[in-house]
């Protein structure tokens, strides 16, 4: 099936199939080994060298790659597919083949395929809304009918930016990129509307929802605090700290209606969580629910693993939880 691939700007000295032959790696006189789709589709390098490259070995079963050049040379590199998902409620978007989206409804088992035909980067989930990005462009997709079952989805808009970004995240109006300590809002006709700049690395973002194009995010840093943010407000309002880093964040009373002045939910399990320097004890946490606690560190054991873990962020996911209905990691799982 490599003869149907189409090589630009270079002379081509080898190509061998890769991965049971869904992939290929060309190499040749652009000094690079590449990987393909069978179907012709650039993925990206996987090396560059000093020289030309004149051949490459796949391990079979394995995800190695010997390359060797023209100047004598020989290095072995290691693909790695990363897991790259999205999940809102009953809706689980995952990335299959590197150039598909599928869409799955978790509780009627629906599922619905989008060709890309492009390396998809990452992808986003929010009520009818579904963002892919791309090398160079973003595309938000929303559902044809405004039905809870529905899993047919139509292009709303396209944004052409080439954007890099850690962590991204969709709302009914806007996208969000994460760049480190750096949040940026974009409308979806690719006009940034507001930016934010934070303490420390951003190590997950979550939609607590709100009025189309004013909703609320819940984000958590490195150093272990968390802030609010909503999207037509400049400023962000510091919830609590923690004494380890944050890596995801879980909640059923984030609304906005319910937001007093210092950032806490005087409603929610979070009235207890009073000022940014807030350290959860056991009985606090003996006191909320199971469903709206989500476990960051488990350090010296101040309540039971009966809590559950929340798995890090881009990781495979491969346990449902049947009451709060997030993913958490096999070996996790309580």
Not at 31 to 50: P, S, Y
Not at 89 to 114: G, K, M, P
């Amino acid at each position: 099936r490599s003869e149907k691939i189409a090589i630009w700007a270079l002379i081509p000295a080898v190509s061998i199939s890769f991965s049971s032959g869904d992939y290929v790696v060309v190499g040749g006189s652009d000094h690079k080994a590449t990987l393909w789709t069978a179907e012709g589709v650039r993925l990206g390098n996987v090396c560059e060298r000093d020289a030309w490259v004149w051949t490459c070995k796949v391990k079979p079963r394995q995800n190695f790659v010997a390359v060797g050049c023209q100047d004598g040379s020989v290095a072995v590199y290691q693909i790695a597919f990363n897991t790259v998902h999205g999940l809102y409620n009953d809706r689980y978007a995952y990335r299959e083949n590197l150039t598909d989206v599928v869409i799955q409804h978790l509780s009627t088992d629906q599922r619905a395929r989008i060709k890309c035909r492009d390396y998809v980067k990452k992808i986003a989930v929010y009520k009818d809304r579904l963002a892919v990005q791309l090398p160079d462009r973003v595309i938000i997709y929303e559902l044809y009918h405004d039905d809870a079952t529905d899993m047919h989805y139509r292009i709303r808009e396209k944004m052409h930016k080439k954007l890099e970004c850690n962590l991204l995240v969709v709302t009914s109006q806007h996208i969000i990129l994460c760049q480190e300590k750096k949040l940026q809002a974009f409308q979806f006709s690719g006009e940034k509307e507001r930016e934010w700049n934070l303490e420390a690395l951003i190590r997950y973002i979550k939609v607590t929802g709100g009025p189309r194009g004013r909703e609320g995010l819940v984000v958590g840093l490195k150093d272990g605090q968390i802030f609010r943010i909503f999207l037509d407000n400049p400023f962000s309002i510091p919830l609590l700290k923690l004494q380890s880093s944050v890596r995801c964040l879980g909640g059923s009373r984030l609304s906005r209606s319910t937001n007093s002045g210092n950032g806490s939910d005087a409603s929610g399990p979070e009235s207890a969580t009073r000022g940014p320097d807030f350290v959860p004890c056991r009985a606090h946490l003996l006191a909320m629910r199971p469903g709206d606690v989500f476990v960051v560190d488990f350090g010296r054991r101040c309540i039971p693993r009966r809590y559950y873990r929340a798995a890090q962020p881009g990781a495979a996911a491969t346990v449902q939880c049947g009451e709060c209905k997030h993913f958490f990691l096999d070996d996790e799982w309580n």
